[in-house]
């Protein structure tokens, strides 16, 4: 079993910026890929950006290309995602995922591992 906690959320204004973080614990034996998606109230969740293990690859939500980038820690697994020039609608709570063999890193249903989110709210 494998536990991820984000932290990082918070309140911020427009065209500001927060950085998340998420940490797995348990069996972290394996290499995971991790991602990260949210859900917006009343809304479906929706991929962000995720990364593969080494790092090799990445894949990023056209809303999120430009303002978002996605990075992996020095620790065996845990990621990053700097979120910049922040607006209103990227208001949701973000939620960490894990897989160790994700068929697609922006399928919500790839991914085993999950934290329980963390809220950023851009007020305008």
């Known amino acids: 079993q494998v536990q991820l906690v984000e932290s990082g959320g918070g309140l911020v204004q427009a065209g500001g910026s927060l950085r998340l973080s998420c940490a797995a614990s348990?069996?972290?034996?394996?290499?995971?890929?991790m991602g990260w998606f949210r859900q917006a109230q009343g809304k479906d969740l929706e991929f962000v950006a995720a990364?593969?293990?080494?790092?090799?690859?990445?894949a990023y939500a056209d809303f999120a290309k430009g303002r978002f980038a996605i990075s992996r820690g020095n620790g065996a697994n845990s990621v990053y995602l700097q979120m910049n020039s922040l607006q209103p609608e990227d208001t949701a709570v973000y939620y960490c995922?894990?897989?160790?063999?994700?068929?697609?890193?922006?399928?919500?249903?790839?991914?085993?591992?999950w934290g329980r989110g963390t809220q950023v709210t851009v007020a305008s």
């Open positions: 995922a894990a897989d160790s063999q994700p068929q697609r890193l922006d399928a919500d249903s790839e991914y085993q591992y």
């Open positions: 348990g069996r972290t034996s394996e290499n995971y890929h």
């Open positions: 990364i593969t293990w080494k790092g090799g690859s990445i």
